[in-house]
């Protein structure tokens, strides 16, 4: 599984950090994907992330 975050949809909320912070950060005034590549066991986390986004900003592939 690949994770991105699209910064110009995102608006911070941070729900995505709270969720996985193993693979989601703040950058300024956006999230950010620490990684491209998820590691399999933090997947379904990464999942719940993007279900929670409030913007859909993040893009899993």
């Given at each position: 599984?690949?994770?991105?975050?699209?910064?110009?949809t995102?608006?911070?909320?941070?729900?995505?950090?709270?969720?996985?912070?193993?693979?989601?950060?703040?950058?300024?005034?956006?999230a950010?994907?620490?990684?491209?590549?998820?590691?399999?066991?933090?997947?379904?986390?990464?999942?719940?992330?993007?279900?929670?986004?409030?913007?859909?900003?993040?893009?899993?592939?």
């Open positions: 599984m690949k994770v991105r975050v699209d910064k110009e995102c608006v911070g909320d941070e729900t995505c950090v709270d969720e996985c912070p193993e693979v989601f950060e703040i950058q300024g005034d956006v950010v994907a620490k990684m491209e590549n998820v590691p399999k066991e933090l997947e379904k986390k990464v999942e719940e992330a993007a279900k929670n986004c409030p913007v859909e900003a993040i893009i899993i592939e």
